[in-house]
């Protein structure tokens, strides 16, 4: 089991930067694959990006491949989200999830577990 509890979230204008953070308790987070979902409003909850268990290797929505970076640091068992060149389409609720095994995954369904969220909202 794990618990996931997302902070970092804001508004923002367009091109501007943001970092989402997750804090992750139980002993298994080292073992899972993480990763970042969002939800924007009248739509379905879609897969932002993946870290496999030794942050080794990483994967991305083509929608924010090259402006988002994830990380995580296994010692203090948190995953970040680093989001620069926001746009307004961004705007999402952005949910921090667990695979439950370690490699690397890629999409929404692969996750088992995730935080209560974070707003993010993008202004024009």
């Known amino acids: 089991q794990v618990t996931l509890v997302e902070s970092g979230g804001g508004l923002v204008q367009a091109g501007g930067s943001l970092r989402l953070s997750c804090a992750a308790s139980g002993r298994t987070f080292n073992s899972y694959a993480m990763g970042w979902l969002r939800q924007a409003p009248g739509k379905e909850r879609e897969f932002v990006a993946a870290i496999n268990w030794n942050g080794r290797y990483t994967y991305y929505a083509g929608s924010v491949k090259g402006r988002f970076t994830i990380s995580r640091d296994n010692a203090n068992n948190t995953v970040s989200l680093q989001m620069n060149s926001l746009k307004p389409e961004d705007t999402a609720l952005y949910y921090c999830?667990?695979?439950?095994?370690?490699?690397?995954?890629?999409?929404?369904?692969?996750?088992?577990?995730w935080g209560q969220g974070t707003q993010v909202t993008v202004s024009s």
């Open positions: 999830a667990a695979a439950h095994r370690p490699e690397l995954v890629a999409q929404a369904r692969d996750f088992g577990s």
